[in-house]
């Protein structure tokens, strides 16, 4: 059964550092590709980063450059987020999920097909 389970989520002041796990289960990781996406109260889900089966290829939404690295480890089953110098605006729960579909750009939700269950970020003074 193929499974995410997002982690690391938290409190955090404006200014600091969490670093999102999303363990995976079930399926060998190396074939998929792997977003992460966050929803904040009464928005829309967006795409925030993107990284290829082969960690070769990254993306990222353009309020997280600079701020966010995505990274995997394949070897632990695991994709990173790693989120620095963060403000209020980044709250939000984040998920990851596959993109096993080739269609769709890398923050096309339709695109994606498993999910997992989402970590609460909350940044806040």
């Known amino acids: 059964q193929l499974q995410l389970v997002e982690s690391g989520g938290g409190l955090v002041q404006p200014g600091g550092s969490l670093r999102l796990s999303c363990a995976t289960s079930?399926?060998?990781?190396?074939?998929?590709?792997i977003g992460w996406f966050r929803q904040a109260p009464g928005k829309e889900r967006e795409g925030v980063s993107y990284i290829s089966g082969s960690g070769g290829t990254t993306y990222y939404t353009d309020s997280v450059k600079g701020r966010f690295t995505i990274s995997r480890d394949n070897a632990k089953n695991t994709v990173y987020l790693q989120m620095n110098s963060l403000k209020p605006e980044d709250t939000a729960v984040y998920y990851c999920?596959?993109?096993?579909?080739?269609?769709?750009?890398?923050?096309?939700?339709?695109?994606?097909?498993?999910w997992g269950q989402g970590t609460q970020v909350t940044v806040s003074s």
């Open positions: 079930g399926f060998t990781l190396d074939y998929y590709a």
């Open positions: 999920a596959t993109k096993s579909r080739l269609w769709g750009s890398w923050n096309h939700l339709a695109s994606y097909d498993y």
